[in-house]
């Protein structure tokens, strides 16, 4: 089930907005790519946590703020179920390599090197039954894996 601001699992309810909606995020994310809401739920929260703890810059927290009642979901309507026949695309980015659906118009995941971002891609691709798409750092196809479902 598609979480959002408005209707979300009870265990979310104590977590700081921008928390929160972290954590719906990439609670439906997970959920997309097969997980059981039992498992995503804890996964989402402790990620969540530890964004807002390590990672979020003032401008992405200031931006959930501004969008408190809207979730990544709610918001682009390019993240449901549409994408789970997409391939899954290794691309360089500002952080080290990300993996990111055909068609998404944010990144699922963020890895230092650009083997754990072909692994993590490899994972959700199986889990989904699409290929993952290495690119170069210039932006063109490296190559393509298939992954066997």
Do not use: C
């Amino acid at each position: 089930m598609p979480w959002s601001m408005k209707d979300y699992p009870a265990s979310l309810k104590n977590l700081e907005k921008p928390v929160r909606k972290k954590a719906i995020d990439i609670a439906n994310a997970m959920i997309d790519e097969g997980y059981e809401e039992g498992r995503a739920i804890p996964i989402a929260t402790s990620k969540a946590k530890e964004w807002a703890a390590e990672n979020a810059s003032t401008d992405e927290i200031d931006d959930f703020l501004t969008h408190d009642d809207e979730t990544e979901r709610d918001a682009d309507p390019s993240s449901g179920p549409e994408l789970m026949n997409k391939a899954e695309h290794v691309i360089k980015h500002k952080k080290g390599w990300a993996v990111k659906a055909e068609g998404a118009k944010r990144v699922s995941d963020i890895k230092d090197t650009k083997k754990e971002a072909i692994e993590r891609a490899k994972e959700i691709a199986a889990h989904k039954g699409t290929e993952v798409i290495v690119h170069l750092a210039d932006g063109s196809v490296q190559r393509k894996i298939k992954t066997g479902s």
